[in-house]
C-alpha cells in the first residue's frame, strides 16, 4: 500500500496564483485532513473530512477550499495566493475519528 | 481557543538517558492526546496515543496523562541518537463531534548525544 500519497511535493507561487494540492489515500479510510505547518510551529488544522461528500473548516480555512467526491482524494484548492501561506501543507487521513492520523510526506510551497 | 503548550527546547540528553518531554493543555474537554515524532524534513508519525489517567508504556517509551494537572508527558528510556527529532503533542475531543480533529503544541526539539 502507498498509503497517503501527496503532490506536489514542491511548488513555487506567484503572488496571486492558484493551485490545487492533490492528496490520494489507497486505505480505505473515511477521515481525511489538512493541516499546515509553519517553520518552528505546530500543524494547524485547515479543512477536514468525515466522508465522500463531507467536509467542514478547520481552524485557519481562509484562502482555501476542499473537495471529497470521492473516499480516496481529497485535494486542498489554494485561490489568489499570497505570501501568509507560504508553508508545509500535510494531508492525512484516519480510520476512525479517534485523532490516529497516517500522514503523507508533505508539500512545500513558497508563495513570493 | 483550545491550546496545547509544549517547551520548544531543545532538549538535549546523553545517549542511554532517559528524555522526558512535557505538555500542558488549557481546554478540559480534551480527552484523547497524542505523541507524534517528526525527523527534519518529514511528516509526522503516530508513537503513542493515551486516554485515561496513569502510564501507558510501549517498549522504551511511556506516556503519562495526568488531566487534574492538564499534564502529559513523554518519558523515552534508553534514549537513542535515532531518537533525535521533534515531538509533538496533540490533544483531541472525545466522541463522535470531535471527528479526530488535533489540536497541536509546538513541538520539542530532542537532541541525543553519542
Known amino acids: 500500500n502507498a498509503g497517503v500519497t501527496q503532490t506536489p511535493k514542491f511548488r513555487i507561487l506567484k503572488i496571486g496564483q492558484s493551485m490545487t494540492l492533490q492528496c490520494t489515500q489507497d486505505m480505505n479510510h473515511n477521515y481525511m485532513y489538512w493541516y499546515r505547518q509553519d517553520p518552528g510551529m505546530g500543524l494547524k488544522l485547515i479543512y477536514y473530512?468525515?466522508?465522500?461528500?463531507?467536509?467542514d473548516k478547520g481552524e485557519v480555512p481562509n484562502g482555501y477550499n476542499v473537495s471529497r467526491s470521492t473516499t480516496e482524494d481529497f485535494p486542498l484548492r489554494l485561490e489568489l495566493a499570497a505570501p501568509s501561506q507560504t508553508s508545509v501543507y500535510f494531508c492525512?487521513?484516519?480510520?476512525?475519528?479517534?485523532?490516529?492520523?497516517?500522514f503523507g510526506e508533505g508539500s512545500r510551497l513558497t508563495v513570493l | 481557543q483550545k491550546e496545547v503548550e509544549q517547551n520548544s527546547g531543545p532538549l538535549s540528553v546523553p545517549e542511554g538517558a532517559i528524555a522526558s518531554l512535557n505538555c500542558t493543555y488549557s481546554d478540559r474537554v480534551s480527552q484523547s492526546f497524542f505523541w507524534y515524532r517528526q525527523y527534519s524534513g518529514k511528516s509526522p508519525e503516530l508513537i503513542m496515543s493515551?486516554?485515561?489517567?496513569g502510564d501507558k508504556e510501549d517498549g522504551r517509551f511511556t506516556a503519562q496523562l495526568n488531566k487534574a494537572s492538564q499534564y502529559v508527558s513523554l518519558l523515552i528510556r534508553d534514549s537513542q541518537p535515532s531518537d533525535s527529532a521533534t515531538y509533538l503533542c496533540a490533544a483531541a475531543n472525545a466522541g463522535g463531534t470531535s471527528y479526530g480533529k488535533l489540536t497541536f503544541g509546538q513541538g520539542t526539539i530532542l537532541t541525543v548525544h553519542p
Open positions: 492525512a487521513s484516519s480510520p476512525k475519528n479517534t485523532g490516529e492520523l497516517f
Open positions: 473530512s468525515v466522508g465522500a461528500g463531507i467536509t
Open positions: 493515551i486516554y485515561s489517567n
